[in-house]
């Protein structure tokens, strides 16, 4: 694994709500979602229909089956049922502090994401760790990934977070590019854990 973080330097335009956050919406964008960086504003690709909310109780088996699609990317971590939805179910019980999002296509559960708020001494502040993103392989490469993680950094801005970060599996070349491209960088952090405490 190696880390990931983002910083809030950018502004974020839309035309339309994005999974019912609405952004700033130039009436000339004509439904297209824009995102602005440090090299200038981008035209993401056209994305299929999708809503973006926060996850419930009833989310719970449609995001099991994309943690264990998740996880079987991942070799630092197996699926485990039990320890997942004991997982989701912690995170739904902590609105304070912890989200988890649901991407729906035609009402159906494709995509998630979680995100944990932290307090960082660096920033000063409450940053946010981001894990869980996962979009159902059937409707990747449609622009969901982005569309997701776009909606998880304006939330962030409501919430006044400091900065985002998220882990991603050293092997898993698709998604460092995924993440590169939507404005995250790579640190010059290692990750260590210690998972024999229980």
Request: hydrophobic share 45%; net charge positive; aromatic share 8%.
């Amino acid at each position: 694994m190696f880390l990931i973080s983002v910083g809030f330097n950018s502004l974020l335009l839309a035309a339309k709500p994005i999974g019912g956050l609405q952004l700033n919406t130039p009436p000339a964008c004509g439904g297209v979602v824009y995102y602005k960086r440090k090299n200038g504003l981008h035209r993401m690709r056209k994305m299929a229909a999708a809503g973006i909310r926060t996850a419930t109780e009833a989310d719970i088996p449609a995001m099991l089956r994309l943690l264990a699609e998740l996880f079987s990317l991942e070799s630092d971590f197996s699926f485990d049922l039990l320890k997942a939805e004991r997982g989701i179910r912690t995170l739904l019980q902590r609105p304070q502090a912890a989200v988890v999002f649901v991407l729906e296509v035609e009402r159906q559960v494709q995509g998630m994401a979680s995100l944990q708020v932290l307090i960082s001494t660096a920033e000063g502040g409450e940053v946010g760790l981001v894990e869980d993103v996962v979009i159902a392989p059937e409707y990747r490469q449609q622009g969901l990934g982005k569309q997701l993680m776009v909606y998880i950094e304006a939330w962030a801005r409501r919430r006044g977070l400091c900065r985002l970060q998220l882990l991603a599996d050293r092997e898993n070349k698709a998604a460092h590019g995924f993440y590169e491209k939507t404005g995250w960088q790579p640190t010059r952090l290692w990750v260590f854990r210690r998972s024999d405490l229980v």
